[in-house]
């Protein structure tokens, strides 16, 4: 809950949680359900933030993909064997969803809203934007693109 708390404290509205056997529970005024299906069809989500054990992310992944007009999932789960990323995107893909990650540390509009694990104090609002396969390595060109004077954008554009 770290780093919910953290999206919420850079201004994301952050609608649901989901975490099964804890469906009627509140954390930090945030309503707490037991499926990612039963989450969005109460709360009208638009992204869904996958904080899974490896285990389940695929399965979690797929239960977002199945409900409608569910356009994003961020995996932030690491250690997803390949076998499970090819089939895990082909799935979304056929559902028309977007997917960002596994193994990624999340996705920031700065400024604005972050969802995921990056720190949003480095970022700086501007009309870069920065796609990478290493969140350490991301945060290391946020920082020195931020410390030369520039900003940083949302590379995601959705294709609907």
Request: proline content about 6%; glycine content about 16%.
């Amino acid at each position: 809950m770290l780093h919910t708390q953290g999206c919420k404290d850079y201004g994301t509205n952050v609608v649901a949680g989901v975490t099964p056997g804890k469906g009627g529970q509140d954390f930090e005024g945030v309503p707490i359900f037991n499926s990612v299906l039963e989450a969005v069809k109460a709360t009208k989500g638009k992204c869904f933030n996958d904080f899974s054990p490896t285990s389940i992310c695929c399965r979690c992944n797929n239960g977002g993909c199945s409900c409608k007009n569910f356009p994003l999932i961020v995996a932030i789960t690491e250690g997803v064997p390949v076998v499970d990323r090819v089939s895990g995107v082909d799935f979304v893909n056929k559902k028309g969803c977007g997917l960002i990650g596994p193994n990624c540390p999340g996705i920031i509009t700065p400024g604005q809203s972050k969802i995921g694990i990056m720190p949003g104090a480095i970022h700086k609002a501007g009309g870069i934007g920065i796609v990478s396969r290493s969140g350490t390595l991301t945060y290391e060109a946020v920082g020195q693109i931020t410390r030369v004077g520039l900003g940083q954008s949302n590379p995601y554009r959705n294709r609907r």
